[in-house]
């Protein structure tokens, strides 16, 4: 393996800033470049790393051609709507390393209504659902029952396709919604909602074997006590006590189904899969799965990895990650999304807005900071976007990590009262311990 190696990695969020962190770390990796990247990325690297704001991750021809001009040795395809599009077939046809699954398997997560037909064949469990594809269809569907639903758009929405409705009133409401997401929402599902407790797990697969490396519970709600509308992700711990021995033996039957059922597909999986699950009554069912890192999972499974992540990246590339024993640390993790007040709905109040304190985070031990939507103009630090920036405690237990995220966080202010984050991540872990 050369000791000069550039990476490129396809996202502009704080999973994307992890990764370039991550990256940043190994003593074969020279140069990193990002699309489109955010301006804060290079606060968490130690080596060069060069940004291509004005680029979509979509932007296929573009990027390929970024990647033969400066002799990109792999790519990290970390965005949905990227895998979506195809990009991780055309590095492949251009012979550029790549890691990300192909179009046809990224599809288990880009067409949620194939996913669940495709759960149902390989028997994988998952909630009751319905597919619907016209406004008339869902609401004389759903007139017929007093069942509590999610309404799922069946595309990618950036986190926030799935409204929760009690009744039929805000079932029909939910319906009415999936006009806002175009295509996505044309196809739409009717799922039963099912009580119980959520978490995800994350295995790195090479087409051939796989293994799993950490689990994560998300905290989707926009406030405080689970309530208000979904949103990207405003928070989450790693690794969460509801994953006990029997969760994670479930979570690896299930993981292993659909790794298997790909291969039988012909479009056998090579990259990052995500289940995304619940617990009910000590069952585990498939809620989602997703073709890449979450965020913000990302920035709390990441980081446990001691393993150099180039070595585990050429591992996926090759075949080979059987041959790597993948090692992480014990400790446990909390972070949490600061975002501009008003998101995820109209957050534009804030735009342009200066954030404060964010140098006094950056070196306090048991403290990572990942920025994303925020733009450096000069030595000011501006919103630009609707989730902002991440903090990481980290420590012994929930409590420790989550009292380090929250002293770092107090320190950060955004003028006009414009900074929202929940106040609660890991209250479930923190109950169970206190």
């Known amino acids: 393996m050369k000791k000069a190696n550039a990476v490129l990695v396809i996202d502009g969020g704080g999973r994307g800033a992890v990764l370039v962190y991550k990256y940043s770390l190994s003593p074969y990796v020279s140069k990193i470049f990002a699309i489109p990247g955010n301006d804060l990325m290079r606060l968490n690297s130690s080596i060069p790393v060069k940004i291509y704001k004005h680029l979509k991750t979509t932007a296929i021809k573009e990027i390929v051609e970024i990647c033969k001009k400066e002799k990109i040795d792999l790519v990290d395809v970390a965005q949905d709507n990227a895998i ?26 880009w067409d949620k209504a194939w996913a669940r037909e495709f759960m149902i064949k390989y028997q994988i469990p998952h909630p009751k659902f319905k597919i619907c594809k016209s406004e008339k269809e869902g609401i004389g569907f759903i007139r017929k029952r007093r069942s509590s639903w999610f309404v799922k758009a069946s595309g990618l929405a950036e986190g926030k396709g799935v409204i929760a409705a009690v009744n039929i009133r805000e079932a029909i409401e939910g319906i009415k919604k999936m006009k806002k997401f175009g295509f996505s ?7 039963e909602w099912l009580v119980g407790e959520e978490f995800s797990a994350f295995a790195l697969s090479d087409g ?13 709600r926009v406030s405080d006590g689970d309530l208000g509308e979904n949103t990207g992700g405003m928070g989450c711990v790693s690794n969460p006590l509801i994953v006990g021995a029997n969760i994670r033996n479930q979570a690896k039957k299930i993981i292993a189904k659909a790794l298997d059922g790909l291969k039988k597909e012909g479009c056998p999986y090579r990259g990052v899969l995500y289940l995304g699950g619940i617990v009910v ?8 799965f997703n073709a890449r890192w979450g ?11 001691k393993n150099d992540l180039f070595q585990v990246s050429q591992a996926i590339v090759e075949e080979g990650i059987k041959r790597i024993k993948i090692k992480l640390d014990k400790k446990i993790r909390v972070v949490i999304a600061g975002t501009a007040r008003g998101y995820p709905s109209d957050y534009s109040k804030g735009k342009g807005k200066r954030i404060f304190g964010i140098e006094k985070v950056q070196n306090i031990p048991g403290i990572k900071f990942y920025g994303a939507g925020v733009k450096k103009v ?12 991440y903090i990481v405690g980290e420590g012994k237990d929930v409590v420790e990590a989550r009292k380090k995220a929250y002293q770092a966080m107090s320190r950060i202010k955004i003028e006009g009262d414009n900074l929202h984050y929940r106040t609660d991540i890991g209250w479930r872990d923190v109950n169970r311990l206190t």
Do not use: C, M, W
């Not at 000069?378 to 920036?389: E, I, K, P, Q, T």
């Open 84 to 109: 979506a599009a195809g990009l991780v077939d055309a590095l492949d046809r251009a012979e550029i390393k790549v890691v990300g699954p192909t179009r046809n398997a990224g599809r288990i997560e």
């Open 281 to 288: 009554k000590d069952k585990v069912y498939a809620i989602e």
């Open 208 to 220: 051939k074997n796989y293994q799993i490396i950490g689990y994560a519970q998300d905290h989707k």
């Open 378 to 389: 000069g030595r000011n630090y501006l919103v630009n976007g609707g989730r902002l920036f």
């Open 295 to 305: 965020d913000p999972e990302a920035q709390v499974i990441l980081p446990s990895i």
């Open 185 to 191: 929402g044309k196809t739409y599902l009717l799922e």
